[in-house]
């Protein structure tokens, strides 16, 4: 029988070792990835983006992903989260195998069940910001959990902002304002794609303990592309990815070393 996950390749230069758990048991992931194959056909051939990802990310825990460009860290999330279809192998959300989904049953699983934090915020320009965390409900006739909302927005610090449409927020708010879109509907699971790139340093640093914050004290799971290792230094784990497959799995790595890591593999920034 063939091993139900693959074994990280190695560990972090500082000897650290994988967490326990962090990836295979199935049991309480989050989102899991089997044998997952995705490949593009261009005007060059056939380029394989995905080549054999198993992955399992445990509920409430808070995941990074690096490695070099055109590693398939983009295309990892995207296969992860619904929003591309693998080629082969299997994706399950919650349990739930979204492989096979038609695209419309696809469309209403990742609106009930997936958030998204994009690096440019993706808000609505000419919605308020209450009206931009709770319009992803509405289009969905679903009442929006006011107590659970307003938990969010308390956290996060823009209870004094609700009012104001994306223009009149600074950067980092406009971000806070889409992790708390991201997070209305109680997802399984957060995917956020390079959430910090668009920050200054202070900003950064803050949304990512507000992340980190989401997953250790209200039990979400946050899976994050990032090219920053001082970011993913912040997860609680490290998928590495090389050539369309991740390589390392990393628990608490230390920034130097994830970023020794990627020079190792010829990453350029
Ligand atoms: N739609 C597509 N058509 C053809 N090739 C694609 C497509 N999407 C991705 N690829 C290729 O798949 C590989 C992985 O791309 P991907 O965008 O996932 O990498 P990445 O690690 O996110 O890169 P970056 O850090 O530069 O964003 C690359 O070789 C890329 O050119």
């Not at 199935?26 to 054999?52: E, I, N, Q």
Request: neutral net charge; contains cysteine; charged residues 20%.
């Amino acid at each position: 029988m063939p091993a139900p996950f693959r074994t990280p390749t190695r560990t972090a230069p500082g000897g650290r070792t994988p967490a326990p758990g962090a990836v295979g048991g199935p049991a309480g992931a989050a989102v899991a990835l089997t044998a997952v194959h995705r490949s593009y056909t261009d005007g060059d051939g056939r380029v394989s983006a995905l080549d054999g990802v198993t992955l399992r990310v445990p509920r409430g825990t808070f995941l990074a992903v690096m490695g070099p460009s055109g590693s398939g860290k983009s295309t990892l999330l995207n296969c992860a989260s619904g929003l591309d279809r693998v080629t082969s192998g299997t994706v399950e959300i919650g349990g739930r195998d979204i492989s096979g989904l038609r695209e419309p049953d696809l469309t209403v699983f990742r609106r009930d069940h997936v958030g998204f934090v994009f690096q440019s915020y993706n808000l609505v320009p000419t919605l308020t910001a209450e009206d931009n965390i709770t319009l992803p409900l509405r289009l969905a006739g679903v009442r929006p959990d006011a107590a659970w909302i307003d938990e969010l927005v308390r956290r996060v610090g823009v209870a004094d902002r609700l009012g104001h449409r994306p223009s009149e927020l600074s950067g980092g708010q406009q971000q806070r304002v889409a992790i708390v879109r991201a997070l209305a509907a109680r997802p399984d699971i957060v995917f956020a794609d390079e959430p910090t790139g668009a920050l200054d340093g202070a900003t950064a640093d803050r949304t990512l303990s507000l992340l980190r914050g989401i997953v250790d004290d209200l039990g979400q799971t946050v899976v994050m592309v990032t090219h920053d290792p001082a970011a993913a230094a912040r997860a609680h784990d490290t998928a590495v990815m090389a050539s369309g497959r991740v390589v390392d799995l990393l628990h608490a790595p230390a920034a130097a070393d994830l970023a020794g890591r990627l020079a190792s593999l010829g990453a350029d920034r």
